[in-house]
């Protein structure tokens, strides 16, 4: 089966605190990229971060970081410092044949100040 | 930067009339893609498209149907809009087909069918 599976519906944080969001996913493949997507309130989506599976080195872009576990088909985002501004719906996406992306369901993210 | 716009961000429509969804993509890019976004179901793709005339369902596609005639425009049609298909459609577009480019994504058009 080809999913994405972003089991907390809902999550919550202080502004400046730090917050995880997970997801796991399913491939029988061996190569691949894996994808968190940000859709903020009436906006469009845009990328976050991109993760490509042969590599080991997680990837990290400013105050958004993942771990990666590889064997554990686990892919969560790290968002450091949070601000009002990270408040948005986050989707967790995996790259597959034709160019095509799995996502999951989405998390929604509150960011309180 | 890449710019991926769709025709209405707002459509209302009347049961069994035949929907257009316009989708144009200004990078030169090779895929293009339709997805509908449900509360609690996220996003779930209609169709896609690698190349002009070409077409390929997705997970979701029964009552829609897509046209490809030229690089840059998609287009999603629903032959005959029913209440179910009221909805969040987001259009998104990507350079190749190997499963590692970033998916750009249009505004949306949130389409209310009556």
């Known amino acids: 089966a080809q999913t994405v599976t972003q089991s907390q519906p809902e999550m919550s944080v202080q502004e400046a605190e730090t917050v995880t969001l997970s997801c796991t996913y399913d491939?029988?493949?061996?190569?691949?990229?894996l994808f968190w997507y940000k859709q903020p309130p009436s906006r469009q989506m845009i990328l976050v971060i991109r993760?490509?599976?042969?590599?080991?080195q997680n990837a990290t872009e400013n105050r958004f970081s993942v771990n990666f576990q590889k064997a554990a088909k686990s892919f969560s985002l790290k968002i450091s410092d949070s601000q009002l501004g990270d408040a948005a719906m986050y989707f967790c996406?995996?790259?597959?044949?034709?160019?095509?992306?799995?996502f999951g369901r989405g998390t929604q993210l509150t960011v309180w100040p | 930067d890449v710019k991926v716009t769709q025709s209405s961000r707002y459509l209302v429509k009347r049961t069994g009339e035949k929907v257009f969804l316009e989708c144009v993509q200004d990078?030169?890019?090779?895929?293009m893609f339709w997805y509908r976004q449900d509360p609690g179901l996220g996003l779930r793709l209609i169709y896609f498209?690698?190349?002009?005339?070409?077409?390929e369902k997705g997970d979701i596609p029964e009552g829609y149907s897509v046209s490809r005639e030229k690089k840059e425009r998609f287009s999603l049609i629903l032959e005959s809009a029913s209440t179910n298909q009221t909805s969040m459609y987001l259009c998104?577009?990507?350079?190749?087909?190997?499963?590692?480019?970033?998916?750009?994504f249009g505004p949306g058009t949130r389409l209310t069918v009556l």
């Open positions: 998104a577009s990507s350079q190749g087909t190997s499963g590692r480019d970033e998916q750009f």
């Open positions: 491939t029988s493949e061996s190569d691949y990229y």
């Open positions: 993760q490509e599976a042969y590599k080991q």
């Open positions: 996406g995996r790259g597959s044949t034709l160019g095509r992306l799995y």
């Open positions: 990078m030169d890019h090779e895929n």
């Open positions: 498209s690698y190349d002009v005339k070409m077409k």
